[in-house]
């Protein structure tokens, strides 16, 4: 959604129509809750592929 340059009020408003519940089960998305969830989640596959690159290096060695 947001790769597809939705806003992050849209996204937002999307989760909440769709009933999907924030992880403190609200039923209502603000915008700055899908920041911080994108956050994470790109923070997450930053790790992943440093992860992945540290062990390729170790097994070269």
Do not use: F, H
Not at 5 to 12: C, D, E, N, T
Not at 16 to 36: D, F, Y
Not at 42 to 56: H, I, P, T, V
């Amino acid at each position: 959604m947001r790769a597809d340059g939705m806003s992050l009020r849209r996204i937002a408003g999307a989760l909440t129509e769709s009933g999907i519940r924030t992880a403190t089960g609200k039923t209502t998305w603000p915008p700055s809750s899908v920041q911080a969830l994108l956050c994470t989640a790109r923070l997450d596959q930053e790790a992943e592929a440093n992860a992945a690159r540290y062990a390729a290096e170790q097994l070269q060695r």
